[in-house]
């Protein structure tokens, strides 16, 4: 019988065996490159163990971080040939070879978290940080927002790739001049797992498109026709840019408009609420229209500091459909499929990100989704993700994130070992 322990050492070794050096990857073979929100979870991970292997997570991450700001969401430190598309299609134009696009801003939150355990440690990294954090948050300021909201604009930057709320506006991209290609993702996971040829089309397409103009922002923001205002990305923003903001007081940086930043976030939070759904919903700023799906992301709203009534009745109500966590898509959605990607499975690193919101604002439910996620890696493992279902483990296996989420925040022996709370 597996026992407690033997979980807390086995999270352990997937951190270890995972790490390159200065940087982990998220699994071997499927994903072999440092991405963005998943090394910010690894460096959390670490820290309940090995806090100054944590900063260095962090300070690899950034060490890619483009001259206006933006941290891409894959760094190629070293080439692999069993992933596609590589550098060479992405054509990014940071200091280290890299993705044209980022991911949610999830490191400030985790920085702060790690400065919080060891704070005497901590300063030397936190200084050299802050300013590269505020640098990536004033390029979202900059680039990425409608009414105060973050924008994806690639579904990789959401870091939901094929989630439903896309659909539409995948569906009007004509991926024409796309070329033939040879995907390396389906070599490593069941292809029923993955995101569909229809969707890797009009992926290729748009970093096809970045790379011809050469990710010039202005460029980007006049010709892509994929725009959309997305809770993953606000939610996450505004949550980040509150911690940014006590790091920079803990440190005595300079703070000045963060304050008034933040309000604009919360308006840009606010503007996500569709009455319709009663639920907070992705905006498509190209056809102006609301995507009318309850995901995951919707109830990333506690963990952005909200509270909001109407989307704790439809929590409760996502939770009680399944039992494993909070599916990435409604349950009883038609578009819902438990083991595809974003259309559906459980996500034990979102179950975190919502649980603690939760937790925080000492709301009800809180506990449940804690005690479904442990119950899903005692009983599943470290998978990328589960059928929320009946947890069947899907996609990539022995799963950085997935390990750093049981060590810092689902295992029961959180104390024992230097967790969060």
Known sequence: MTTIADLNQKAKEILTKNDRGGYTIPTAGLYPYQWNWDSAFAALGFAAFDVKRAWQELETLFSAQWDDGMVPHIVFHRQDPGYFPGPDVWGGTGPVPSSGITQPPVAATMARFIFERDQDGSQEAIQALFPKMRAWHNWFFKWRLDQGAACVTHPWEAGRDNTPEWDDAMARIDPVGVGEYERRDTTHVDGSMRPTKFDYDRYVWLVQMGNRLKWNQQKLLEENPFRIADPTMTFILLR????????????????????????????????????KIKSFDARDTKSGEWTNCVSNASFLCWYAGIDQKEQS???????????????????????????????????????????????????????????????????????????????????????????????SWASPTIGENNGIN
Do not use: C
């Not at 005595?252 to 309000?263: K, T």
């Open 240 to 275: 980040a840019h509150r911690d940014l903001l006590v790091l920079g007081e803990a440190i005595g940086a300079d703070i000045r408009g963060m304050a008034e930043e933040i309000e604009m976030l919360e308006g840009g939070a606010a503007s996500l609420w569709n009455e």
């Open 313 to 407: 009745a439809q929590l409760e109500r996502v939770l009680d459909a399944v039992k494993f966590g909070v599916p990435s898509h409604d349950p009883e959605s038609p578009k819902f499929d438990g083991r595809r990607y974003w259309r559906g499975p459980t996500w034990a690193v979102v179950n975190f990100l919502i649980g603690i919101g939760l937790e925080e604002m000492e709301h009800p439910l809180a506990e449940r989704v804690r005690e479904a996620t442990r119950q899903l890696i005692t009983e599943f493992g470290f998978a990328e993700y589960f059928d929320p279902h009946d947890g069947t483990p899907a996609g990539g296996q022995f799963f950085t994130w997935t390990a750093a989420v049981w060590l």
